[in-house]
Nanobody
Framework: QVQLVESGGGLVQAGGSLRLSCAAS????????MGWYRQAPGKRRELVAL???????TYSDSVKGRFTISRDNAKNTVYLQADSLKPEDTAVYYC??????????????WGQGTQVTVSS
């Protein structure tokens, strides 16, 4: 079992930045691929950033170049640095811990989510 707790969401103006944190317990994240998802009202939950156990990162086209996922194994925490935020980034952001299945990420555990609201 892995427990995940997100923090760092809030209200920010367009062009601003936020750093989301995801504190994990139950297992060390150094051996678990971790992902950040988001879900806007009326839309499907989408994977925006992934970090594998080797540290390889991938991003959705919508956030590439603006968001950065990182991991601090000593703190068992994953971060999502979100810069140059746009109103369309407004969503609930969820941290996940999962596994790789045939090179695809499959989330297994979820945090409770943290709201990010970007005003124009």
């Amino acid at each position: 079992q892995v427990q995940l707790v997100e923090s760092g969401g809030g209200l920010v103006q367009a062009g601003g930045s936020l750093r989301l944190s995801c504190a994990a317990s139950g297992r060390t994240i150094s051996i678990i691929p971790m992902g950040w998802y988001r879900q806007a009202p009326g839309k499907r939950r989408e994977l925006v950033a992934l970090i594998t156990i080797t540290g390889r990162t991938t991003y959705s086209d919508s956030v590439k170049g603006r968001f950065t996922i990182s991991r601090d194994n000593a703190k068992n925490t994953v971060y999502l640095q979100a810069d140059s935020l746009k109103p369309e980034d407004t969503a609930v952001y969820y941290c996940s811990a999962g596994r790789m299945v045939a090179l695809a990420y499959e989330p297994v555990y979820w945090g409770q989510g943290t709201q990010v609201t970007v005003s124009s």
